[in-house]
């Protein structure tokens, strides 16, 4: 309970009585524990159960009811609210478990990326790569990212200067396919809790994307979706991108849902608002879902082999 009290502490000294809590689904489960130890400290607790997929959608209307919102999870964006407290969760790993990959890299130096889970171990892993000879670069990115932090909407930590290869320490495999897409480079992705090592292939990924934008030609209609949430709010581009096809049709919404879309009934969408959403969820929506820079494709002002993945500015 020492990151509670801690918690507790910091919304006394703002003189908040009401506290507002939001939670990513991998933490939901943590809000009545943490719900429970605020209320017994004296504050008025309220709890957000909407679904939050990142620092682009902190629950603001909750502002309207509490002092302060505590966001856990995720690291603020560029001028956050300032009552918005970002509360990072961070999960811990044995380092050692970086020598697991040093058979497997090719350079003696390297860039290394992270998600904001295990930012605070990038300087514990360096040392392991070093006493193997390998110097690790880490630079910051945009998005408000920590130094060698990458998000799933943006990859400019991965862009470092004067390397080949690329490591991405972390489970899943978006992250890393985002890194190999966003730089072209050699991508080995370790896994910290089971030890397992992949070098990144985009091939399957790519082929999947170019059947969906060949499905996608044909669509009589095309409907753009907006996202009205502060941080993932693209409206200029897709607006740009609807005067350029006489197909394509606005469409708003806060919630992109696969019941939505069937309800909607276009027979192809672009989405303009979490990246992941096209590229995590594609297979749970009836129809093409394409990014912006598939869209370019699908209009014949890209080329395929140029292919670039989605990014937020």
């Not at 991998?26 to 679904?51: C, N, T, Y």
């Not at 992705?189 to 397992?196: N, Q």
Request: with cysteine.
């Amino acid at each position: 309970m020492t990151g509670y009290s801690d918690l507790a502490a910091r919304l006394k000294g703002r003189g908040a009585r009401v506290v507002a809590l939001q939670f990513p689904a991998g933490l939901k489960r943590k809000a009545g524990e943490i719900a429970q130890f605020l209320k017994d400290h004296g504050f008025e607790v309220i709890v957000s159960g909407d679904p939050c997929y990142g620092a682009c959608d902190v629950a603001r209307e909750t502002l309207g009811y509490a002092d302060v919102l505590v966001h856990f999870g995720h690291t603020p964006l560029e001028d956050p609210d300032p009552r918005v407290i970002f509360e990072p969760f961070r999960i811990d790993f044995d380092p050692a478990v970086i020598q697991n990959v040093i058979p497997s890299l090719k350079s003696a130096r390297i860039g290394l990326v992270t998600t904001a889970q295990h930012v605070h171990l990038l300087g514990e892993v360096k040392a392991q790569l070093s006493t193997s000879g390998i110097e690790a670069i880490t630079t910051r990115g945009s998005r408000g990212c920590a130094e060698g932090q990458v998000l799933g909407c943006a990859f400019g930590a991965a862009r470092v200067p004067g390397v080949q290869e690329i490591l991405f320490v972390g489970t899943g495999v978006f992250h890393p396919l985002g890194v190999q897409l966003a730089t072209g480079l050699r991508v080995v992705a370790l896994d910290p809790f089971t030890g397992e090592v992949e070098e990144v292939s985009a091939e399957k990924f790519l082929r999947r994307r170019h059947a969906l934008i060949g499905k996608a030609r044909s669509a009589e209609r095309i409907g753009l979706l907006v996202s009205t949430k502060t941080g993932q709010e693209r409206y200029a581009l897709a607006r740009d991108m609807a005067s350029r096809c006489s197909r394509a049709i606005l469409v708003l919404m806060r919630e992109i849902s696969p019941d939505e879309l069937l309800n909607l009934g276009f027979p192809a969408y672009v989405n303009f608002a979490c990246p992941r959403l096209a590229y995590d969820d594609q297979i749970r929506f009836p129809v093409p879902v394409l990014t912006p820079q598939e869209f370019l494709i699908l209009l014949g002002e890209k080329d395929f082999a140029d292919y670039a993945i989605d990014e937020m500015e």
